[in-house]
């Protein structure tokens, strides 16, 4: 079993990766429709709809940061020594 050296970074680490994966689990849907579209299709989409694809790429790949700085944070709590006084 594992022992949390530093539970301040333990809840940071857990807060982050619930976000980061609600993030990825609800953008990547979305993104995979417009990759899949066929490029006629996607041609024929208005600016702005062709915005919201990029900014959903953008929102995905910092949801995966997230994602990884929380499992950062969890690492850090589980093997990190405290300092001693």
């Given at each position: 079993m594992f022992n949390i050296i530093n539970s301040t970074w333990f809840f940071i680490g857990i807060i982050l990766l619930i976000?980061?994966?609600f993030v990825t689990v609800f953008d990547?849907?979305?993104?995979?429709?417009?990759?899949?579209?066929?490029?006629?299709?996607?041609?024929?989409?208005d600016s702005e709809t062709k915005e919201?694809?990029?900014?959903?790429q953008i929102?995905?790949?910092?949801?995966?940061t997230i994602l990884l700085a929380g499992?950062?944070?969890?690492?850090?709590?589980?093997?990190?020594?405290?300092r001693q006084s």
């Open positions: 976000l980061g994966t990547y849907p979305q993104i995979q429709y417009f990759d899949n579209m066929d490029s006629q299709m996607y041609a024929s989409l919201i694809h990029k900014r959903l929102e995905l790949s910092i949801g995966i499992g950062m944070f969890l690492g850090l709590s589980l093997f990190r020594k405290k």
